[in-house]
């Protein structure tokens, strides 16, 4: 199934003492690019979380926020940092005494100091932490991958359709070639008369002129290759892995085959039907710039 590479997911669960928030979003890239923020203690989570996606994620420059909220605080200490609080009131009193102040001061004045209360938590069970977050980092990567694949089916019939319209072209283009190479034909004779009026014709000479014109003008070959390419492009898109890079280098090849033909044509009518393909085959790589 095509996947789009622009997605979001979020899953929020509260688990075991723990509320965890975990949010994916991701554009399009030419391979995994990751970046998470996690809080600055469970920064083991990091390399996990990322391991854990790139194993549902193949492609796309994608961003994880984690959150982890700690509702159980009991086990937390607040301790007192007395080397900072013993300088903090040596300098109170230096100053009462330097200025003639009343040494008012107590400890609820010191304890709003920066870091003379530190807040001491146990340590925590990293693996406990990490199978909850994986459990709330799963769900979020579904909803995640359900947006991509929604986003995907539409670009799978855009796809498709334009691959249609190509398709019909060609075999409009197959069915007109013989018919260029009978009116050159014609016109040949027409012109040689033209030029000698009655007079008997080499038809040897005509014939071997409109065989040149048609080996010039063949375009069998190109058009046969073209109905494989995109029979293959259209099997990429039920694939289930990553195609994306698969299907921009088949559009190489399929623009490369039209243009053969666009260059090989000397007909109006085959010179449209050229020009309108390469309209959708250039629409088609857009699409396929944000395929997984």
Request: net charge negative.
């Amino acid at each position: 199934m095509v996947k789009s590479m622009t997605g979001f997911g979020r899953a929020v669960k509260e688990l075991d003492g723990y509320v965890i928030t975990v949010e994916l979003k991701s554009v399009n890239h030419r391979y995994f690019e990751f970046s998470s923020r996690c809080p600055r203690q469970y920064g083991f989570i990091d390399e996990k979380i990322k391991s854990f996606v790139n194993s549902r994620v193949e492609r796309g420059k994608i961003d994880c926020y984690v959150g982890i909220e700690a509702l159980n605080t009991e086990s937390a200490d607040v301790v007192v940092n007395h080397t900072l609080a013993s300088a903090y009131v040596k300098a109170l009193k230096e100053m009462a005494q330097s200025y003639d102040l009343k040494e008012d001061f107590g400890a609820s004045t010191i304890s709003r100091f920066s870091d003379v209360l530190v807040v001491k938590k146990a340590e925590e069970d990293e693996e406990k932490i990490w199978t909850l977050v994986k459990e709330v980092a799963s769900e979020a990567i579904d909803k995640f991958i359900e947006m991509r694949q929604t986003e995907g089916k539409r670009m799978h019939d855009d796809v498709y359709s334009r691959s249609s319209f190509i398709l019909d072209c060609v075999s409009y283009i197959e069915e007109r070639s013989p018919e260029t190479v009978k009116e050159y034909n014609d016109k040949l004779v027409q012109r040689v008369h033209d030029l000698i009026g009655d007079v008997s014709l080499d038809e040897n000479r005509v014939i071997q002129e409109v065989a040149i014109f048609a080996d010039k003008v063949a375009v069998a070959e190109e058009t046969v290759r073209l109905r494989s390419h995109i029979e293959q492009l259209r099997g990429f898109l039920d694939s289930d892995t990553a195609i994306g890079r698969k299907m921009d280098f088949l559009v190489q090849e399929i623009n490369r085959e039209t243009n053969t033909i666009g260059s090989k044509c000397n007909d109006v009518d085959i010179a449209r039907r050229v020009v309108d393909m390469k309209a959708e085959i250039e629409k088609i790589r857009e699409q396929i710039q944000n395929i997984e």
